[in-house]
């Protein structure tokens, strides 16, 4: 097995982070919560803090949920972000994109294969992923990249630019009958 990089932060995702107002969609990064640790679960992730659990966006069980059968963890890379910075500017801060556990890799990530198997290692405890895939980036945070008046050129160099990992990856637990952690000093690794 190798190790891929240590967890710099988790987070969740409250609500929706893409809305309408004036019949224009943008995306706002307000809903994001950094926590302590993440309870993932059969139906989803589970943010905690202290003594308080919030249930992320994407797990079944959310009031609002976005959970479309791919989504129900995601995790990026701060390699990423300093990609994004240097192209779109400062605006970018890590985990904006949303994902649930950012990682600060110790190899080069760029082209990242996803059919290997990931595994985060908390304590003693591996953890395996499976389904892994980059996460397809969306016009709204492509918008907010860019973050000026942009042509649909601009939008489309943005898309292309965010896509194959570099918005993140969402993947599922491999054995969805169990309950995991994951928090901040945690592994990921891939064999």
């Known amino acids: 097995m190798?190790?891929?990089?240590?967890?710099?932060?988790?987070?969740?995702?409250?609500?929706?982070?893409?809305?309408?107002e004036n019949e224009v969609r943008f995306y706002?990064?307000?809903?994001?919560?950094?926590?302590?640790?993440?309870?993932?679960?059969a139906?989803?992730?589970?943010?905690?803090?202290?003594?308080?659990?919030?249930?992320?966006?994407?797990?079944?069980?959310?009031?609002?949920?976005r959970y479309r059968g791919d989504n129900r963890i995601s995790f990026g890379f701060t390699q990423h972000y300093e990609r994004m910075r240097e192209r779109f500017?400062?605006?970018i801060k890590d985990g904006y994109a949303a994902e649930?556990?950012?990682?600060?890799?110790?190899?080069d990530i760029l082209n990242l294969k996803t059919n290997q198997r990931f595994f985060f290692k908390h304590d003693d405890t591996l953890?395996?992923?499976?389904?892994v895939i980059p996460a397809p980036p969306c016009r709204e945070f492509s918008v907010f990249c860019l973050e000026v008046p942009q042509c649909a050129?601009?939008?489309?160099?943005?898309?292309?630019?965010?896509?194959?990992?570099?918005?993140?990856y969402y993947a599922d637990l491999a054995t969805p009958d169990n309950s995991y952690f994951v928090q901040a000093g945690d592994e990921l690794w891939v064999e």
């Open 127 to 131: 953890i395996e992923m499976k389904e």
């Open 153 to 168: 050129e601009d939008i489309k160099a943005a898309l292309q630019f965010l896509d194959n990992g570099t918005r993140g």
């Open 28 to 41: 706002r990064p307000d809903p994001l919560l950094r926590v302590d640790k993440l309870h993932l679960t």
């Open 43 to 65: 139906e989803g992730i589970i943010g905690i803090q202290g003594n308080s659990q919030q249930i992320d966006v994407h797990n079944e069980t959310h009031p609002n949920s």
């Open 100 to 107: 649930n556990i950012i990682i600060e890799a110790e190899i």
């Open 2 to 20: 190798q190790k891929i990089g240590t967890v710099k932060f988790v987070q969740i995702q409250r609500d929706h982070m893409k809305i309408i």
């Open 89 to 91: 500017d400062n605006h």
